[in-house]
């Protein structure tokens, strides 16, 4: 019974240690903008699952106008040598903008992509990721014409991670 | 709990994204060769029925731009240069092309958008603006396309829809035009080759590559009830310095961005 409890016990405790949360910021650039980001992740041993939130820079500095997305994002690990971490990566993301100040039509984007990540350093990473895949860009209300909604894209990620 | 938040954060997103912000801007926006062109991140290729189909479909694009060729049927396409073998998968000049060559033939870009009949276009019936820029001079050939070919190609067309404008770019075709009931537009260097046209009646306005010309000689066109159009206007930076001058219209190729200012 002891043993047993040991081995819980030794379990848990290399559970707890194996997790990582992350904070940290980055830029991501694709054909439609270069979003600024806020991001969260959370990494148990091999994988990891992030939550990231941005806007579209050039739109809102630009254009003064408001381009959010939010993506979520799965890594796999299959790299893990000293301060380097080399992920398979796979994004979800959405965004949307109105289209005009006079109108209430709506760009919506979503995009799935998949590439690799990879992560430098132990408290404070470094984080690029280079990744590409299918869009769709849908416009609400249905417009009056029918036009191809599926197409590739790509997009580069650059940022800094706080683990702890 | 956490359900509530999630849905609070998505409607936080929504309605932050929703600009109370309204345009005072007179200036129309059309789509140069139907949604842009020469963008490096645009989703369709120029004067393709795609392109067209998307600007149409903007609630604050105003039309589209289109340019158009002469087949050896004397049959007219949209088509920006003389030469197929530069962006579709054909060899020749569009002017010896036949209709049915022409029809099999597609650009080479990865969507592989097939060449539009002028007709086709047309048959959308959308009620927007629509500008042909009909190109008047082949340079397969070296030489100007013979005018009277050009009006017979309008007239085989039959009536053009009250939304359709052609844009000439010499006063030469003006004389074979000006009975076929459509309105024509002058594209000029600057100004002063506006004179040749002041007193033709169906001439109703003038295109200026945007660089050209200024407010005041803008504001001079429109009081004489004439209406200004500008092009070469590729970026944001450039469309907001050329709205400044209040044309009535603008040709613009970052079409999906352009919308949004106004």
């Given amino acids: ?164 | 709990m956490h359900f509530r938040v999630i849905i609070l954060f998505f409607i936080t997103l929504i309605v932050a994204s929703c600009s109370k912000e309204k345009s005072s801007i007179q200036t129309k926006i059309i789509g140069h060769a139907g949604s842009g062109m020469t963008q490096w991140n645009g989703l369709f290729v120029d004067n393709s029925m795609e392109g067209i189909k998307y600007a149409l479909s903007l609630d604050n694009c105003y039309g589209v731009e289109i340019d158009i060729s002469i087949s050896a049927d004397s049959t007219l396409w949209l088509f920006h240069d003389s030469e197929l073998s530069d962006r579709t998968n054909g060899q020749g000049c569009v002017r010896n092309a036949t209709d049915e060559y022409l029809s099999g033939l597609h650009n080479k870009t990865l969507h592989q958008e097939k060449l539009v009949k002028l007709k086709d276009v047309l048959l959308l019936n959308s009620n927007k603006h629509i500008i042909l820029d009909g190109k008047n001079y082949s340079q397969c050939q070296q030489s100007d396309i013979d005018y009277g070919l050009i009006k017979k190609c309008f007239e085989k067309l039959g009536p053009l829809p009250e939304n359709v404008v052609v844009n000439i770019s010499t006063m030469e075709l003006y004389a074979y035009l000006k009975d076929l009931g459509f309105p024509l537009i002058l594209k000029i260097d600057n100004i002063s080759q506006v004179t040749s046209a002041l007193d033709k009646e169906e001439v109703t306005g003038f295109m200026f590559e945007a660089s050209k010309v200024t407010k005041e000689e803008i504001r001079f066109l429109q009081d004489k009830n004439y209406k200004v159009y500008l092009y070469e206007v590729r970026s944001i930076a450039r469309l907001k310095k050329e709205l400044k001058k209040q044309p009535d219209y603008i040709l613009v190729d970052d079409l999906l961005n352009s919308v949004i200012e106004f």
């Fill in chain 1, 1 to 164: 019974m002891k043993s047993l409890l040991f081995l819980i016990s030794f379990f848990c405790f290399t559970q707890v240690f194996s997790q990582t949360f992350k904070v940290g910021i980055s830029t991501e650039f694709k054909p439609r903008d270069l979003f600024l980001n806020v991001n969260g992740s959370f990494q148990k041993e091999n994988h990891q699952v992030g939550l990231i939130y941005g806007f579209g820079i050039q739109r809102a500095f630009v254009q003064n106008h408001y381009f959010p997305q939010i993506s979520v994002n799965y890594d796999y690990r299959f790299l893990n040598h000293d301060l380097v971490q080399l992920f398979a990566t796979n994004t979800f993301s959405y965004s949307t903008m109105r289209l005009g100040k006079t109108t209430h039509q709506r760009l919506h984007v979503l995009e799935e992509y998949i590439g690799f990540s990879y992560e430098i350093g132990n408290k404070i990473r470094f984080r690029n990721s280079i990744l590409g895949g299918l869009y769709s860009e849908l416009i609400s209300p249905k417009p009056a014409y029918s036009v191809r909604k599926l197409n590739l894209g790509y997009q580069f990620t650059i940022g800094v991670l706080y683990a702890f």
